[in-house]
């Protein structure tokens, strides 16, 4: 093998190492970019979730779901049934965005739901038969006010917004 040989062996082998070093930086960064953008669109995701299920928090809060769902001369067991089923109705329809939060964010909210649900029907059936939707409604209003568990939406929406900022 004589030198000219041997240098444009040497050539080629700096080229080729050269283009490998060159694709495995170029590589690696797309692969961080793409890394930057996946956890990006993760805390997008996230967040929202935490928005939507702050939105569920206050539809399902008693006193506004009162006033949103109230009809006039229903009885007392048809309210029964028209709040609990929105209280489900809205759960249901933002149950996928348990898989965006933490276990206790989706815990609080699950249990909102479930303590509504048990207040409204154990208020309904201390009511008599003969009660009013709207009997039902001012007993459960009366319970809010007086009875700071009543309050435990709120406590809900600050799980929310407290784990929602320490995403942003």
Known sequence: MDIT?????II???LVGGFIV????QQNKLDKND??????STRALRLQAYERLTVLVD???LPNLISRVNQNGISSRDMQLLLTRSVKEEFDYNISQQIYVSSDAWNAVKNLKEQ?????NQFATALPPNATGLDLNKLLLEYLMTDKKGQLHEVVS???SYEAKKLM
């Open 5 to 9: 040989t041997t240098v444009l062996i």
């Open 12 to 14: 080629i082998v700096l």
């Open 22 to 25: 060159y694709f495995f930086n």
């Open 35 to 40: 890394s930057e953008n996946v956890d990006s």
């Open 59 to 61: 539809r399902i809060a």
């Open 116 to 120: 509504n649900i048990l207040v409204v």
């Open 158 to 160: 600050e799980v929310l």
